[in-house]
C-alpha cells in the first residue's frame, strides 16, 4: 500500500506557473506507475498525464501537452507536475494517483478507475 500527498497548489495569474508535488509513503514508490489528474467544479475527473515506474516514459492529455510536464524522483519518493502558462481554465483541484500494475502507455492509465491509489488532491485556482 502506499500514501500520497499532494501539495504545492495556489492561486497564480494567468500565464504564470506551479510545481505541484506528490510524495508518497509506505511501499517501494518505484514499484508503481504515477498518474496526475484534475477536477473542477461540476466535472468529471480529468486525466492530466503519467509517468511510468523509472520515469523514463511519461505521456500527457492531448490538450495539456507542451504546458505541463510530469517528472518524479524515486530517491526522494516524490512525483511533481509542472505546470506553466496556466490559464483560468486550468483551475481545478489536482489529484496524483498510483497503481503497481498499469502501463503508461495503454489507454487505461488515462482512466481515473485503473488507479488503486489517490492523494487528497490540492487545490489550483489561476485568475484572469
Known amino acids: 500500500q502506499v500514501q500520497l500527498v499532494e501539495s504545492g497548489g495556489g492561486l497564480v495569474q494567468a500565464g504564470g506557473s506551479l510545481r505541484l508535488s506528490c510524495a508518497a509513503s509506505g511501499r517501494t514508490f518505484s514499484s508503481y506507475a504515477m498518474g496526475w489528474f484534475r477536477q473542477a467544479p461540476g466535472k468529471a475527473r480529468e486525466f492530466v498525464g503519467a509517468?511510468?515506474?523509472?520515469?523514463?516514459?511519461?505521456a500527457y492529455a492531448d490538450s495539456l501537452k507542451g504546458r505541463f510536464t510530469i517528472s518524479r524522483d524515486n530517491a526522494k519518493n516524490t512525483a511533481y507536475l509542472q505546470l506553466n502558462s496556466l490559464k483560468p481554465e486550468d483551475t481545478a483541484v489536482y489529484y496524483c494517483a498510483a497503481d503497481r500494475f498499469l502501463l503508461i502507455t495503454t489507454v487505461a492509465a488515462t482512466s481515473p478507475n485503473e488507479y488503486d491509489y489517490w492523494g487528497q488532491g490540492t487545490q489550483v485556482t489561476v485568475s484572469s
Open positions: 509517468i511510468s515506474r523509472s520515469g523514463g516514459i511519461t
